[in-house]
C-alpha cells in the first residue's frame, strides 16, 4: 500500500502482518461511512473500529447488543486525555455509527446506533465512567 491511501492505522503498517492490515482494510471499507482515502478515516483510531466489528460478530442472531465502553479516571491521569477520549468518541460516531453521542463530558450515556447494515440486532454503544480521582484504595 506504498504511496495508497493513509489509513487509520498507518502507523502499525511497518510492524503489522500481512493478515491483519488487510482485516483492517476490509473493516474500514465494510464499516465505515466514508471512503478509505477520507480524511475523516485517516484520523480515526482502529480499536474502536475492532471492537465495534466484535460486536456486530457477536449481534448476529440477537435482538440487542451493546458495545459498552469503560473509562478509568484517577489522580494520575492527565485530564487532557479524557478530553481526547472525548474527541475520538465523536470521530467514531461519525466515521463508523452515523449518529450524535452525548455532549462530552457526560460520564455516563447509551445510544442506539441506527441501520447498521447486515445486522437485525437493535445496536447500542454505552460510555461509563468510574472516577477514582482523591479515593484512597487501602488493602485490608
Known amino acids: 500500500m ?38 475523516r478515516v485517516a484520523q480515526f483510531r482502529n480499536q474502536l473500529l475492532t471492537a465495534w466489528a466484535a460486536t456486530l460478530s457477536e449481534a448476529a442472531g440477537s435482538a440487542h447488543a451493546v458495545l459498552a465502553l469503560h473509562e478509568f479516571r484517577n489522580d494520575q491521569r492527565p485530564d487532557h486525555k479524557a478530553k481526547r477520549n472525548d474527541a475520538e468518541l465523536a470521530r467514531f460516531a461519525d466515521v463508523v455509527l452515523g449518529c450524535e453521542l452525548p455532549s462530552p463530558g457526560s460520564p455516563c450515556w447509551c445510544v442506539w446506533v441506527p441501520d447498521v447494515a447486515g445486522s437485525d440486532a437493535a445496536l447500542y454503544v454505552a460510555h461509563v465512567v468510574t472516577d477514582l480521582r482523591g479515593a484512597s484504595v487501602r488493602p485490608e
Do not use: M
Open 2 to 39: 506504498a504511496g495508497g491511501p493513509k489509513l487509520p492505522f498507518q502507523r502499525y503498517k511497518a510492524g503489522t502482518k500481512p493478515q491483519a492490515l488487510s482485516r483492517l482494510v476490509d473493516l474500514v471499507e465494510r464499516d465505515c461511512r466514508y471512503p478509505i482515502d477520507d480524511e
